[in-house]
């Protein structure tokens, strides 16, 4: 979840500066929404929104490695 105080400095950033707190920032946000879509597969659900889950999280991940990938190389 991004609070106000991470919004500010995103706000008040710019150039490589605010790159770097954007990637850091979704990076963390996706890392949230891999917890609590795992968290939701943990129940019985319908067929569909297992499937979305799992979706969800691939998904996330992939983001996750790229975001990590860029904050290396540059």
Do not use: N, Y
Request: glycine share 2%; proline share 1%.
């Amino acid at each position: 979840m991004v609070h106000d105080e991470d919004m500010q400095m995103l706000e008040e950033a710019s150039g490589p500066e605010f790159e770097v707190l954007f990637m850091s920032m979704m990076s963390i946000h996706h890392a949230q929404v891999i917890e609590r879509a795992t968290a939701v597969r943990r129940d019985r659900l319908h067929a569909k929104v297992r499937q979305l889950t799992r979706d969800i999280v691939r998904a996330q991940e992939r983001e996750i490695g790229q975001l990590r990938e860029w904050l290396v190389a540059w």
